[in-house]
């Protein structure tokens, strides 16, 4: 799927594909430099839909080459268009960059039935987001304007980043194979769930940090905020400690990683492991006895039956 994201320079695209497809934060990426033409990158989004993004740097000495000789290329089989400006720019450049870009993009992909443009920037006081829509919209042919669909964001405050990921989850439904994956991963946490005392389970993609599936249906939470754990001073410290403790015992010294994490309530015990490279499993027992530690312990090891299954559902998207 080829997300293309235009726009005027310094208008926050990078911003937004690196916030919400890497889990960055916006305070890491506040001091981007302007993005140098084309530069695409590939997410597997939620863990089940593959993205091919373009970010199109916006500055004024790129524009005549994507719209010469780089035309082709950029604004062919375009399947996700995203223009974005920012709600302080009202001068008269905004509105030509505008049209070229809808009319380049419609011309290319005839098919297409939404052009999504983010205002961006609303939480700076001097937006002027109302003022940036009409700018947008005046005089619009109606054809074309139905086929347009705004909305006022802020990358600072993650409305932006909202926006892209119901739209992509619009296009994960609309998908049978994307459906036919969920499926299956639905169908293996609730295989989990049976064989560890009813504790829930909750599969995360790792790059962008957001929920896959789980065991109580689909709700909304933060992404999850670890790519790896790391705890670097207490892993060497324990490394050394277990180095020392096998050689006393004339025993190998395997490399030890940090793949597991639990935590406990006065209710509950919280286990979070990651998952080859692709994913991270959370999981909350039902209550705290040990014995449903134990289970879960068991169902997520690397020989479980259930989980190789797991480990096969999400290989199968390699990219
Ligand atoms: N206040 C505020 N600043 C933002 C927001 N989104 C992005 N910025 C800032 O705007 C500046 C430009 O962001 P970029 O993501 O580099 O913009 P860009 O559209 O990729 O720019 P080009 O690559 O040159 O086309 C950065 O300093 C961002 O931190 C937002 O929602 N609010
Ligand atoms: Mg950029």
Known sequence: MKLLIFGPANSGKTSLLKTAME???FLAVENLPPTRGIVRETYLFRGLLEISAWDAGGQQKYQDRYYGSQEENVFSSVDLPVYMVDA???DDTVRPAFDRFVSKVLEKNPGLTMIYVFINKIDLPDAKEEKVHELLTKDLPSDVHKKLSFTPVSVKQGSAQQRLVSICDQLIEKRIENMGKLNKLRGIIEEFKGAANGADFMLFNKRDGLMITS??????????QFITFQISALESNVHEIYARTMELRNSKVTPLSLNTIV????????LAKEVEEKATLMVVTRDKKLESMQKVVEVVSDTNPIYEKLINVLEFANL
Do not use: A, C, P, R
């Open 215 to 224: 065991t109580l249906g689909k709700f909304s939470t933060q992404s999850l």
């Open 263 to 270: 935590m406990e309530s006065s209710t509950n015990f919280v």
């Open 23 to 25: 889990n960055s934060s």
């Open 88 to 90: 302080i720019t009202v």
